[in-house]
């Protein structure tokens, strides 16, 4: 097992794109670390480069301490879980698993044997071992591809978006069986995900990426609750963090439906700007007729149109449309296409406890903590109060 | 550089691989496109520029240029014009008949489950049999001497390749016989196309068994259908073995391909049967021309099936 | 399926198996056939008899046209497919600037009339030494031939998932073993399926055979079975071509019952899920 180690690497492709932008990660012995972006955000890239499968163009990286940069990827010594699983059509389920073995050379048949049912035993294949991949399940095609890479001593795993190809059920449960495996092994892990949901519950740590650049590497609590730019707020939790436009006039902050004032030390890190885009997650808004008033001290009210309400049974989002300058909505607009999401209106997203009577078509009383707000610079979009952010224990 | 090694050269610089897949991919195609060309471009040249001379084998001296003569004569013979009118009859007919029993074939090989493999290798044997062997079994079925036809159906001693019309039917026949399976074959991968969900939902619209056919069916196959039809017309046009082995272009069977055969084999008459050659070429190439501009043919599709 | 056979799909499916086997068997009957029993003007022989395959193993024009046959087939499939395996790896697997333009240059070649180039390529031949050789044969096969397979073999080429070449290179193959471990299995099938059909047209051929041959040095069975009908014995030729066909009809059985799958998916590149 081995620490990963990458330091200034660029990936620079023919036409002069730069897929990877300067990037440097450490990636501690036995971590998980979790690659996360929208589509065309390098991940992938800077995956296959730790892999050895795309050339390096500057920057370097260690494996274990040793430089690796031109060894062939066989040489690396790296298990990698494709997508597509990557499975061989022509041998059978105990031939792939067992391939990477029989390419080493050094094992005899009896070990292959033993490792290959150890590795079938630990993800439930035993039963599968003679079949082709073509007869098998999504889920079972997944596990063999695991197997392959958990048969053989690999200095770090490498799982390339490995359960973008399962439904929704199958995926959740292949999470825990992936988090549960890489914690008994404890193996360092590189992990690329699109789906923020696997980023924040597997990850030991996790660096988001936004077009070939890194944006911010820390662990999922920390993302969420302290997250460096809009890109990152927009991209960490569900469903994303509402932005609203935010007027500013000393201490007095103005939003679409409700003003209030911010205590002096946020209000000093507004600087001289009149206009700000403010983050609030919809899990902060509050039903204020099942709060009780004495737990209101840090809470701002207001009462507001809702338009459509969704019941899940654990939590009621409710829907409330408001306008905005062209200015601050083109913003949002180009935000939300770098999120690979479509904002077809401005409206704030609100979830609500399920006990919520709040129903369509009425204006409801809410409130929410201004305290876990945040507040944006609409240009670079950078997080002006993430220093002052409560870190909830 | 080893045709393994290509896609992933390890160390190599970006632009460099470009340019190195460039040369490599060129290199690779390289023997391909001489071969393909080499027995095609250079005779077919080399055929122009003999079509210009009056030239026969067997007497080199009189070698002579004559410009287009050669053509003027050929157009101005009634032969050449009666062996078109052969050859576009024979085409007609066995691509008609051949793309009707070719689709009967396709939806039963479509529906059927049970038998399905012995039905695909009966099928095939005509597709891989010799034509000159196929043409030997119908033309001693039809036989005076050895056939049985007369004798199963009472003809008595109708002499089939004593007379235009009969020859060319059982000459067709086997050709029909041989090259059915082809177009029946692209048939059914076309079919395969048609999605099952659209005639559930035809029937659930209300469409009788042939507007199913006729409105769902076979406009989904359009693309199969038209390159099917297209290669077997460009196929019937160059019918030659048939005609050889059953009459040898006797009783008015001669077909565009014998004349030339004969004009430049036979005869061994290069300049006038290179002429009858380049024409041969044009008329296909037109036929070729006529379905790609006339039924927008999209032969990208030919790749997909 | 939901349906079961309806009476029209099995009637149909007999209808085809007869219409498809009963020339065959008509071949194969007509060859048992002795003597008089040739012109019995019915379909089966009264007597079964092997005379006819004496009289053809002993002919020296069909034994050695049999050699010319299998020598000049098996080696321009072989050569034809092997070219083609090439040009098809670099066209599914390449970036150039020039795929395409070779893709219509095989597919127009593919629609070339063959009794065209005859004229010319006699001339030529009988010019540089080609004529009645082997190899005389051999070229004209193989450009015809080069056209199918490159099709055939660049639309099998493309379906080969490639990440496989990635994933033994992880699994810490070398290129070459991933190459020969992983893609040869994997792409065999298609190379496989495109010599058939290769060998099932050089093996068909009779514009080239007997335009460019004239001696038993290099002319094949389809047109030595042409020329059977001019070298007249004592008895009528027709036993004896049956004879000659019957057995260069046999290996054409065995590769269609064989690998029936591969040449419809062949045939129809891969449109056909086998």
Known sequence: MASISVKNVVKQYADGFPAVNDISLDIGDGELMILVGPSGCGKSTLLRMIAGLEDITSGDLFIGGER?????????????????????????????????????????????????????????????LERKPSQLSGGQRQRVAMGRAIVRQAEAFLFDEPLSNLDAKLRGQMRTEISRLQRRLGITTVYVTHDQTEAMTLGDRVAVLRKGVLQQVASPRELYQRPVNLFVAGFIGSPPMNFVPAEIEGRKVSLPFVSFEVPQEVADQFGDRQLLIAGIRPEHFEDAALVDANDLSHSVSFSAHVDVTEWLGNELFAYIPFETSREIHDRLKTLARELDSESLRTQLVVALDAGSRIGPGEDAKLTFDASKMHFFDPVSGDNLTRELAAVAS | MNVEAAPAPVGAKYSDRAVGERRLGWKLVAPAVLVMLAVTAYPMLNALYLSLFSYRLTDPAGREFVGLRNYAVILGDSLWWQDVATTLTITIITVVVELVLGFGFAMVMHRIIFGRRGVRVSILIPYGIITVVSAFAWRYAFALDSGFVNQWFNLADKAWFGERWSALFVICLSEIWKTTPFISLLLLAGLAQVPEVLQEAAKVDGATWWQRLFKVTLPNM????????????????????????????????????????RQMISRTALGLGSAVSVLLFLSVLLIAALFIKGFKVDLSQVRGG | MKQRHGAWTVLGAILIMVWAISPVIWIFSLSFKAGDDINNNRFWPTQFSLENYDTVFSTALFTSSLRNSIGIALISTLLSVAIATVAAYAIARLDFPGKRTVLSIALAIAMFPAVSLVGPLFNTWRTVGLYDTWLGLIIPYMSFTLPLSLWTLSAFFKEIPWEMEEAAQMDGATPWQAFRKVIVPLAAPGVFTAAILAFFFAWNDFVFAISLTSTNAARPVPAALAFFTGESQFQQPAGAISAAAVVVTIPVIILVLLFQKRIVAGLTNGAVKG
Do not use: C, W
């Open chain 2, 222 to 261: 359009k693309a199969a259908i038209l390159v099917a039809v297209l290669f077997r017309t460009l196929d019937a046009y160059r019918l030659f073995d048939n005609v050889f082995i059953m009459t040898s272009g006797a009783q008015q069977t001669e077909t565009v391909s014998f004349l030339a055969y």
């Open chain 1, 68 to 128: 690796a940069n031109d060894k062939a990827p066989r040489d690396r010594n790296l298990a990698m879980v494709f997508q597509n699983y990557a499975l061989y059509p022509h041998l059978s389920v105990y031939e792939n698993i067992a391939f990477p073995l029989r390419l080493n050379g050094n094992f005899s048949d009896d070990e292959i044997r033993r490792k290959v049912e150890e590795a079938a035993d630990t993800l439930e294949l035993r039963d599968h």
